[in-house]
């Protein structure tokens, strides 16, 4: 009977690691499902199609080209290559305000017609219309080609514009570039703060003081990261504001302070475990070979504790990268590249989260939304392969 | 032992509820904006018809309107209309697409409480929001940096105003963005060169709103109920259900929101109700 339960124990164990490795697995290859679907989309929102004269000599438009054209920032063909005329930009809406209901037929049926007579006699017009009603093969209109999406619009491309019509920009710069930077300098603050108040707890404070302080500190990380935003926002980007003399407060510098608390906990509670397995055998021979207490710390404690210490960086690190709902509350979300860390960003992990609610399930937007998860991915295995090989070069040394 | 089958039993209830509920359960999902208004609605027709079970969920716009194409709710609520394509799909699954106009909502520009600047028109808006005006003395006020906010790119705010404001050009490259209502107040009252805009319910004394001139600066008007109600205030947007086929509670809950109990209910929530 005993064996029978331990057999059903081990057999217990085994299937859950195989289905947790499974899960892993079938999450990964749904984000690269849903998102690789993105570089078989055409430039052009789905269902859409843009329609020229055929006089144009103009065949293709880049979308940074399409919307400087919607925006009215480009006004003549000349500018991208065509004749010397004035652009008329035509949208689908246009139609009922040229033509009345009945014009247009029962069910709509006349718009095509309709639709090419009004290209036709417009020798500067390009039309953004949906392709149900694109005049096909008529005379005078020509439907201009729609490229696919390519690889160096989505991971080279700096502009990040996912709702623009006609052609939405899905350039991921931007947003990898904040992602990196507030990730960047909250390590920078969390690494020192974190392992010098680790090793105050394991060596220097006395006991009654680390009691009490320690389970303090692991309740940091119980509070929720919404909590988290709210006071960065409300109590934090004011500080940074006025501190700073700034324009305003939502900046990557707030959001990697905010991140650097959050990241706190983890790293000291860690670090702080790592510290204390060092035997008393090796601290004693330390000391009586005449080191004194700081020595001792510097010379032996944390080099034997340096795996555990660089685990509770990579713990930390990796919890800034993929934190949400802090951030998006208080670095102000601009996607623009920045130049320095008291501008506004906006990262991956808080687009996400923003977009993915709105956005239509199975468009283009959708797709680059699970793409961007999955560059996210990429980038934290890379950190833990990279915390991994350096952790384990160390024990080599030693 | 015991607590097994105590816990075995609390299961065996909660499953039974749940099957005793399903039969009737309206399920209500979409933007966030409708939320509140729906759940207000929902209260008030439960007083009346207490045997009618709804569940509502937000989620944003476009959630709602994807359940409905994956057949997850019976109601989608939507701050936007339905976009040509999400039709087009829900078309090509076979299933036609009702739709139904509960309210109306309208936006608020707001500034920071001391901005000197009260009045703005269209075409001034549209400057500030894509970039081509950047300090506030350009428009009459001191000499400050404009900051704009906006809402998430992909919420139905968002769009609303970009049709009807920006005249669907596209915002400014790198435009703040908060992702609620809640926290562009917040910013916008603790940033001195802020503006943004928010929902008409949501101005409080922590930010100033802006009167907005369609008519190239010949009228002022002032986001106000009775401006809103006598149609002279002139950023207003319609606040949608859609539905595809739908058992009798849910029809006696739309008919319910329709009438005029329910569009008092409309007013009480701070929307505008259908009869202007």
């Given at each position: 009977?005993?064996?029978?339960?331990?057999?059903?124990?081990?057999?217990?164990?085994?299937?859950?690691g195989?289905?947790?490795?499974?899960?892993?697995?079938?999450?990964?290859?749904?984000?690269?499902k849903?998102?690789?679907?993105?570089?078989?989309?055409?430039?052009?929102?789905?269902?859409?199609?843009?329609?020229?004269?055929?006089?144009?000599?103009?065949?293709?438009?880049?979308?940074?080209?399409?919307?400087?054209?919607?925006?009215g920032?480009?006004e003549?063909?000349?500018?991208?290559?065509?004749r010397?005329?004035?652009?008329?930009?035509?949208?689908?809406?246009?139609?009922?305000s040229?033509?009345?209901?009945?014009?247009?037929?029962?069910?709509?049926?006349?718009?095509?017609?309709?639709?090419?007579?009004?290209?036709?006699?417009?020798?500067?017009?390009?039309?953004?219309?949906?392709?149900?009603?694109?005049?096909?093969n008529?005379?005078?209109?020509?439907?201009?080609?729609?490229?696919?999406i390519?690889?160096?619009?989505?991971?080279?491309?700096e502009?990040?514009?996912?709702?623009?019509?006609?052609?939405?920009?899905?350039?991921?710069?931007?947003?990898?570039?904040?992602?990196?930077?507030?990730?960047?300098?909250?390590?920078?603050?969390?690494?020192?703060?974190?392992?010098?108040?680790?090793?105050?707890?394991?060596?220097?404070?006395?006991?009654?003081?680390?009691?009490?302080?320690?389970?303090?500190?692991?309740?940091?990380a119980?509070?929720?990261?919404?909590?988290?935003?709210?006071?960065?926002?409300?109590?934090?980007?004011p500080?940074?504001?006025?501190?700073?003399?700034?324009?305003?407060?939502?900046?990557?510098?707030?959001?990697?302070?905010?991140?650097?608390?959050?990241?706190?906990?983890?790293?000291?509670?860690?670090?702080?475990?790592?510290?204390?397995?060092?035997?008393?055998?090796?601290?004693d021979?330390?000391?009586?070979?005449?080191?004194?207490?700081w020595?001792?710390?510097?010379?032996?404690v944390?080099?034997?504790?340096?795996?555990?210490?660089?685990?509770?960086?990579?713990?930390?690190?990796?919890?800034?990268?993929?934190?949400t709902?802090?951030?998006?509350?208080?670095?102000?979300?601009?996607?623009?590249?920045?130049?320095?860390?008291?501008e506004?960003?906006?990262?991956?992990?808080?687009?996400?989260?923003?977009?993915?609610?709105?956005?239509?399930?199975?468009?283009?937007?959708?797709?680059?939304?699970?793409?961007?998860g999955?560059?996210?991915?990429?980038?934290?295995?890379?950190?833990?392969?990279?915390?991994?090989?350096?952790?384990?070069?160390?024990?080599?040394?030693e | 032992?015991?607590?097994?089958?105590?816990?075995?039993?609390?299961?065996?209830?909660?499953?039974?509820?749940?099957?005793?509920?399903?039969?009737?359960?309206?399920t209500?999902?979409?933007?966030?904006?409708?939320?509140?208004?729906?759940q207000?609605?929902m209260?008030?027709?439960?007083?009346?018809?207490?045997?009618?079970?709804?569940s509502?969920t937000?989620?944003?716009?476009?959630?709602?309107?994807?359940?409905?194409?994956?057949?997850?709710?019976?109601?989608?609520?939507?701050?936007?209309?339905?976009?040509?394509?999400?039709?087009l799909?829900?078309?090509?699954?076979?299933?036609?697409?009702?739709?139904?106009?509960?309210?109306?909502?309208?936006?608020?520009?707001?500034?920071?409480?001391?901005?000197?600047?009260?009045?703005?028109?269209?075409?001034?808006?549209?400057?500030?929001?894509?970039?081509?005006?950047?300090n506030?003395?350009?428009?009459?006020?001191?000499?400050?940096?404009?900051?704009?906010?906006?809402?998430?790119?992909?919420?139905?705010?968002?769009?609303?105003?970009?049709?009807?404001?920006?005249?669907?050009?596209?915002?400014?490259?790198?435009?703040?963005?908060?992702?609620?209502?809640?926290?562009?107040?917040?910013?916008?009252?603790?940033?001195?060169?802020?503006?943004?805009?928010?929902?008409?319910?949501?101005?409080?004394?922590?930010?100033?709103?802006?009167?907005?001139?369609?008519?190239?600066?010949?009228?002022?008007?002032?986001?106000?109920?009775?401006?809103?109600?006598?149609?002279s205030?002139?950023?207003?947007?319609?606040?949608?259900?859609?539905?595809?086929?739908?058992?009798?509670?849910?029809?006696?809950?739309?008919?319910?929101?329709?009438?005029?109990?329910?569009?008092?209910v409309?007013?009480?929530?701070?929307?505008?109700?259908?009869?202007?």
């Open positions: 009977m005993k064996k029978f339960i331990d057999k059903l124990i081990e057999g217990l164990l085994k299937l859950s195989t289905v947790t490795g499974i899960t892993v697995l079938l999450i990964i290859v749904f984000l690269f849903e998102g690789s679907g993105l570089f078989q989309s055409s430039t052009v929102e789905k269902g859409y199609t843009l329609l020229v004269n055929s006089e144009n000599p103009i065949d293709k438009l880049s979308p940074e080209e399409l919307k400087h054209i919607f925006d920032k480009i003549n063909w000349k500018q991208v290559g065509g010397d005329e004035a652009i008329r930009i035509f949208r689908f809406d246009e139609i009922f040229i033509y009345t209901d009945d014009e247009l037929g029962e069910d709509y049926d006349l718009i095509p017609e309709k639709l090419g007579e009004v290209i036709h006699t417009n020798p500067g017009i390009i039309a953004y219309i949906p392709q149900k009603y694109a005049a096909k008529s005379r005078g209109i020509k439907e201009l080609i729609q490229e696919k390519g690889l160096s619009d989505y991971f080279l491309g502009e990040w514009l996912p709702t623009a019509t006609p052609a939405p920009l899905f350039g991921i710069l931007p947003l990898l570039f904040g992602t990196l930077l507030v990730s960047f300098i909250a390590i920078l603050i969390a690494i020192p703060l974190g392992v010098g108040v680790a090793i105050y707890l394991a060596e220097i404070a006395n006991e009654r003081i680390r009691k009490l302080l320690k389970p303090a500190i692991e309740l940091l119980g509070i929720p990261s919404v909590v988290y935003g709210f006071f960065g926002l409300v109590v934090l980007a500080i940074v504001q006025k501190t700073g003399n700034l324009d305003l407060g939502e900046t990557a510098f707030t959001g990697s302070l905010i991140l650097a608390i959050m990241a706190l906990p983890t790293i000291i509670s860690i670090a702080e475990d790592a510290l204390r397995t060092t035997p008393k055998a090796m601290r021979a330390s000391l009586a070979l005449g080191a004194n207490k020595q001792t710390i510097y010379k032996v944390i080099p034997f504790a340096s795996s555990g210490i660089a685990a509770a960086v990579v713990l930390g690190v990796g919890r800034a990268i993929g934190e709902m802090a951030v998006l509350m208080v670095t102000g979300n601009a996607a623009v590249i920045p130049h320095s860390m008291f506004s960003v906006r990262t991956i992990p808080a687009t996400i989260a923003a977009e993915l609610g709105e956005a239509p399930s199975g468009g283009t937007h959708y797709q680059a939304l699970f793409l961007l999955a560059v996210l991915f990429i980038i934290t295995l890379t950190i833990s392969i990279v915390a991994e090989i350096i952790s384990s070069r160390k024990m080599i040394k | 032992m015991k607590k097994l089958i105590l816990a075995l039993s609390i299961i065996s209830i909660a499953f039974g509820c749940n099957t005793a509920n399903k039969k009737e359960t309206v209500i999902k979409g933007s966030d904006t409708v939320l509140p208004l729906t207000k609605e209260e008030a027709y439960q007083k009346k018809h207490s045997e009618a079970a709804i509502v937000g989620g944003g716009s476009g959630v709602g309107i994807a359940a409905l194409l994956s057949g997850t709710t019976d109601i989608a609520q939507s701050s936007r209309k339905i976009k040509f394509d999400e039709k799909k829900l078309e090509e699954s076979g299933k036609e697409v009702h739709e139904v106009l509960i309210a109306y909502d309208a936006l608020s520009i707001v500034v920071h409480p001391d901005n000197q600047v009260s009045r703005l028109t269209r075409e001034q808006l549209e400057d500030i929001f894509t970039g081509k005006i950047t506030w003395k350009e428009v009459g006020g001191e000499d400050l940096k404009i900051i704009p906010y906006a809402r998430e790119t992909s919420s139905g705010t968002y769009e609303f105003f970009k049709e009807s404001v920006l005249k669907d050009k596209n915002y400014m490259n790198g435009i703040l963005s908060m992702p609620a209502t809640g926290g562009i107040i917040q910013s916008i009252s603790q940033t001195k060169g802020a503006i943004g805009y928010v929902g008409f319910a949501y101005v409080n004394n922590k930010v100033k709103d802006i009167h907005v001139s369609y008519d190239n600066g010949k009228t002022y008007i002032e986001p106000t109920v009775e401006n809103v109600k006598n149609e205030y002139p950023i207003v947007r319609p606040l949608f259900y859609y539905y595809t086929n739908l058992h009798e509670t849910g029809k006696s809950f739309i008919d319910f929101i329709l009438s005029s109990e329910g569009q008092k409309v007013s009480k929530v701070g929307y505008i109700t259908l009869n202007k």
